[in-house]
């Protein structure tokens, strides 16, 4: 063989081999997507909350007018029951119950709840706070690098309420309608009773 | 044989009681604060301080001046100066988990203190204001105040600090769902005084109209406030400050600011030290992380607080 071709042969292949061996990678570029790679996921997160492990724990939720017997009669045992990510004053319950919607305003619908003396008031416009999160006690903060992103969480479940569970309901329900909720609340356990329980949606069907 | 015998005893027996030594030496406790410019930090070092000596152990204060290269070279002296453990209140979520580590491996166990560090496993518990939920609260308030309109300004701390981001992320969960309240501006001025002022000054310059302001720490809230009077517009602007410091408490008596929000740096600081003793004694169960609860102080409830806590 022609000793030029045989070199060139052999260029050609070292320079194919290293070619194929070296890639050149800007370094930010690099960082960028191992730190995108290892972000936290919050909307992810939120998702199988309220599509998967709320619907197999809503067993869990107390009925509403049990729970306000309850903290009429015996406060303390039923704030033991209670759930926050904090050992605070504000604590949060998940709920369930039923009843006939009354009112419909820009910001709420009114239940008539069986044994509760007032309308429940459920939230249609203002879904904010850390009920929807914590009022289940399926969420530790243990589970988090960092508490922003258990905070952004909170958000995101919020979020999806408003995106998922009220569109659905604010389209069909009208006054006279019987509701099954599972919800959650907040309760400052310093402060009286409220005399309507608000109520965070979570879960919504109008039978 | 026996004279190698009885000198193998002696060297064992050396060994045991140097190692016996070494466990009844007193344990030693470095209280490691982001800054000691802030009488809030100075408070929950002063704090642990003093709970360490009543638990029996020496403790000393480092300051880190809010330079992680100063916090850096204080976990390296504490190390080799054989600390048994590092109360800590870090100065950057993410640049103080190396230092964190570094005790760990040597030994050293370290419990965070109303900061966090970007790791649930590099402390051996970090005890933290709940500052989120806080400041959903305090959101609630602002926009009860301002009565769901008007412009605001929000003075931001540290930007690598965590609580910055979940204090700011606390109330903006809630202000802004309303919107008649329009944020003009939102700048850092670094928790500190002076620097608010200075920060506020110049937001003023661009926007005389606002009605409210919402600062990190109090720290800011005071600066602002001042920065508010001397344009004298201090009458009309509500503003809002977090930690409970003496100067915001007396503040919002004498009708300055709106409100507060009171963390507890006594309980922390007095925890953190529990937990080192706990842990000396073997304990090693402790909580990653242990949200602290903060309270809303205004003008309805002021009476319930002193600077830094509750009333007795």
């Keep these: ?207 | 044989m026996k004279r190698l015998s009885i000198a193998v005893l002696l060297l064992v027996l050396l060994a045991g009681c140097s190692a016996t030594d070494k466990q009844q030496e007193p344990k030693k406790i470095a209280i490691v604060v982001s800054t000691l410019n802030n009488p809030w930090f100075v408070f929950l070092a002063e704090t642990a301080a003093k709970k360490a000596k009543e638990l029996g152990y020496e403790s000393k204060i480092f300051d880190s001046q809010n330079n992680t290269a100063l916090e850096s070279d204080h976990f390296e002296n504490a190390i080799a100066s054989g600390y048994n453990a590092i109360l800590f209140n870090p100065t950057d979520a993410a640049g103080s988990v190396a230092n964190v580590s570094k005790a760990k491996e040597a030994g050293v166990a370290v419990f965070c203190m109303d900061r966090e560090v970007n790791s649930k496993d590099a402390a051996t518990s970090q005890i933290l204001s709940d500052s989120y939920s806080a400041c959903i609260e305090l959101g609630k308030l602002f926009v009860q105040s301002l009565d769901k309109k008007g412009n605001y300004v929000e003075l931001l701390g540290i930007v690598s600090d965590n609580n910055t981001w979940n204090r700011s992320k606390g109330f903006h969960s809630v202000v802004d769902n309303y919107p008649g309240l329009k944020m003009v501006a939102q700048q850092s001025a670094d928790f500190d005084r002076n620097k608010a002022m200075e920060v506020m000054e110049s937001i003023l310059q661009a926007h005389p109209d606002i009605n409210g302001v919402f600062c990190g720490n109090d720290a800011m809230a005071m600066g602002a406030y001042q920065a508010l009077v001397a344009a004298g517009k201090a009458e009309k602007v509500k503003v809002y400050g977090f930690d409970g410091a003496e100067d915001a408490v007396n503040s919002i008596k004498e009708g300055k600011l709106t409100a507060t929000a009171m963390q507890f740096p006594k309980t922390i600081a007095e925890l953190a030290a529990t937990y080192a003793d706990e842990f000396f004694k073997g304990k090693t169960d402790f909580p990653k992380k242990l949200p602290i609860p903060v309270e809303v102080v205004n003008t309805e409830n002021i009476d319930k607080y002193v600077a830094y806590g509750k009333k007795d």
């Design chain 1, 1 to 207: 063989m022609n000793k030029g071709i045989k070199y060139l042969l052999i260029t050609a292949s070292v320079a194919l081999v290293a070619y194929n061996s070296v890639y050149v990678k800007k370094l930010s570029d690099v960082k960028a997507k191992e730190e995108k790679a290892k972000a936290f996921d919050a909307l992810a997160y939120a998702k199988d909350y309220l599509h998967n492990k709320l619907p197999i724990r809503k067993v869990e939720a107390v009925e509403i007018s049990k729970l306000f017997s309850e903290l009429k009669n015996s406060p303390r045992k039923a704030f033991a029951n209670s759930h926050a990510q904090n050992n605070g004053d504000i604590r949060f319950f998940m709920i369930h119950g039923q009843g006939q919607v009354v009112k419909i305003d820009e910001s709420n619908a009114y239940l008539k709840v069986a044994g509760l003396p007032s309308d429940v008031i459920l939230a249609t416009e203002y879904i904010i706070g850390n009920a929807a999160r914590d009022g289940s006690g399926i969420i530790s903060v243990d589970e988090f690098t960092t508490t922003m992103d258990m905070n952004t969480v909170s958000e995101e479940i919020n979020k999806l309420i408003r995106a998922e569970v009220l569109p659905p309901f604010e389209s069909k329900v009208k006054v006279g309608d019987t509701v099954d909720f599972v919800g959650s609340i907040e309760l400052n356990q310093t402060k009286a009773l409220p005399k309507n329980m608000e109520v965070i949606p979570l879960i919504l069907e109008i039978k």
